[in-house]
């Protein structure tokens, strides 16, 4: 069965800083995987995903992530950091062909300026 | 994207009250699906549906009904809720039943009292 562990719950940088959230999954097959983010009272918007090909996905707002098959990880990233990427990231995992996200439990990023 | 829209966004009600969410997607989407978002917990998949039909059911009490009148539309009725109920309940659509993309509605927040 497939799972996703986001590591740290939250995560504090300063404006400018860069940006890392951790996400490793399990997966018994191929897996396509998810980062979305959710501001304030919103829903869960699509920052980027990986199916297949190259695996340096980026995405928008700057975000980017790298899937690292032999480490089972998927990390978030971003160079430099802005007040308005202050809210939750989830990351998702689904197995080829199949309509179901796993999702982790989240982290939340709060940026100081 | 802002194509798919729910309504009520904040429901309050009573463990004896029947309401419904409301979900529309204006994307042509086939595939619509609903999640429970709790605090803490990962988004728990609740039902998919594929061209109208129900093809998942995870386990979800019977006091949640769903349905699916055309592939545009998508509903929950509540009924007899408990207190653990009271979460963000999200909307989502896909384009075809194996789409992996799925896209997410702002999320209607349900109190019960």
């Known amino acids: 069965a497939q799972s996703v562990t986001q590591l740290g719950s939250h995560v504090s940088v300063s404006e400018g800083a860069l940006v890392l959230l951790r996400c490793n999954y399990s997966s018994s097959v191929p897996p396509y995987l998810f980062w979305y983010v959710q501001y304030p009272n919103q829903g869960l918007q699509l920052l980027l995903k990986?199916?297949?090909?190259?695996?340096l996905v980026k995405g928008i707002n700057g975000f980017e992530a790298e899937f690292k098959k032999s480490e089972t990880s998927f990390h978030l990233t971003k160079p430099s950091a802005h007040m308005s990427d202050a809210a939750e990231y989830f990351c998702a995992v689904s197995l080829y062909n199949t309509d179901k996200l796993i999702f982790g439990t989240g982290t939340r990023l709060q940026v100081f300026p | 994207e802002t194509g798919v829209t729910q309504t009520p966004r904040h429901l309050v009600m009573g463990m004896t009250n029947k309401k419904s969410l409301k979900c529309e997607q204006h994307l042509g989407h086939n595939a619509m699906y609903w999640y429970k978002q709790s605090a803490k917990k990962p988004l728990e998949l609740m039902f998919v549906?594929?061209?109208?039909?129900?093809?998942e059911n995870n386990s979800v009490p019977s006091r949640f009904s769903p349905e699916c009148p055309n592939s545009s539309h998508l509903f929950l009725h509540l009924h007899t809720l408990q207190p653990e109920d009271s979460a963000l309940y999200l909307c989502a659509s896909s384009r075809a039943p194996r789409d992996v993309t799925i896209y997410f509605g702002e999320g209607s927040w349900l109190t019960v009292v």
């Open positions: 549906y594929s061209l109208e039909e129900r093809v």
């Open positions: 990986y199916t297949t090909g190259a695996t």
